[in-house]
């Protein structure tokens, strides 16, 4: 464990391509100390001080954003949470440090800043950045839902664990008082979300920002390295003793056991036939009066594929 209570872009303490997964959640350059006044939340829990950003938001966005990249493996992911207000900022920084952009996902939360003039912001950027358009970064498609999981509605639970919009509640029910943290703090489930997706046990994950450390916190408990910054002293010093109580991959065990058995057909080369069957049934089942999310799954049982490449081949014969 490499956590350093320092400036992530001064410190020189990481090793240079020794990251497999950085997520990073700078402060968003918007002045977030004003905004106490805004939250209906107790201040019991909340850290007085907030290190915000510098006034030059984009070329402080590039300075760490380089440096972020020079730590990573070049098969290894970033992630970068952003708000709405300096996404521009945040997507030239990207651009300039040439980083390629595999997903620009959606936080949506349930929790926003009170407004009577404009919609409530409830949502983050979350983006997905590799080191280029070629190279071949961890995925695990079926990490969190099997192939062949359906939800209660009977649609696939890989397929809508997957779209782009994440929708997670924050983790409200843990403030406790005592408990330092700042206004900020990620959802757990997303952050573990990130992890289960695009990285494996024993990985070395690196947060620049760490807040209240729900990186940290769950890359011990998923069984994955950590390192990383963050230069408030109070929030340091009181979560690296709750860290260091912890049991490394404590949570592994308690993980969903997920059933990776594969549709019998999976791999195996599409023919034009087996197309033009498809697209029968389905228009068949459709004209019977049968649910689009039904139909799919009684294509997939049929011809022993999956949730994805049965919508694939019907997108293809639209
Ligand atoms: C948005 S918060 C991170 C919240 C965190 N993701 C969590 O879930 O708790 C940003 C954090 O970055 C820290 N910070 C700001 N500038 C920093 C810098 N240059 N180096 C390291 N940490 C910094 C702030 O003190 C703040 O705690």
């Known amino acids: 464990m490499n956590i350093y209570n320092s400036d992530c872009i001064t410190d020189n303490n990481l090793i240079d391509k020794s990251i497999d997964l950085m997520i990073c959640d700078p402060p968003f350059g918007i002045g977030e100390n004003d905004f106490d006044k805004y939250y209906k939340r107790s201040n019991r829990t909340v850290t007085t001080k907030y290190e915000q950003a510098p006034d030059n938001y984009e070329e402080w966005t590039y300075n760490w954003l380089s440096i972020a990249k020079n730590k990573l493996k070049d098969n290894g992911t970033i992630y970068v949470i952003s708000g709405w207000s300096n996404l521009r ?16 996902n959606i936080w949506k939360f349930n929790f926003g800043v009170y407004t009577k003039k404009r919609y409530v912001t409830s949502h983050y950027h979350v983006l997905m950045l590799t080191k280029g358009e070629k190279v071949k970064y961890t995925f695990n498609q079926y990490c969190r839902y099997g192939p062949q999981e359906k939800n209660e509605t009977g649609g696939s639970s890989a397929y809508k664990d ?9 983790d409200m029910r843990q403030e406790k008082e005592g408990v330092i943290k700042n206004n900020n703090k990620l959802a757990s489930e997303l952050i573990d979300k990130l992890i289960l997706y695009s990285s494996n046990k024993d990985d070395q994950v690196c947060d620049f920002f ?14 994955r390295k950590i390192s990383g910054f963050e230069i408030n002293k109070e929030l340091y010093d009181f979560n690296m003793k709750k860290l260091k109580e912890l049991k490394f991959g404590y949570g592994l065990d308690s993980l969903k056991k997920v059933d990776i058995k594969k549709p019998k057909n999976q791999g195996k080369k599409i ?48």
């Open 271 to 318: 023919t034009e036939e087996e197309k033009t069957n498809i697209k029968n049934d389905y228009d068949k089942l459709l004209s019977e009066g049968k649910l689009k999310k039904n139909i799919s799954s009684i294509l997939q049982e049929k011809y022993g594929r999956g949730p994805f490449s049965i919508k694939n081949i019907l997108d293809s014969l639209k």
């Open 162 to 170: 997957m779209e782009d919009v994440f929708i997670i509640n924050r």
């Open 89 to 104: 900022e945040v997507l030239n920084a990207i651009h300039k440090c040439d980083l390629y952009m595999v997903n620009h």
């Open 210 to 223: 760490m807040g209240s450390f729900t990186t940290a916190y769950s890359s011990i408990k998923l069984g």
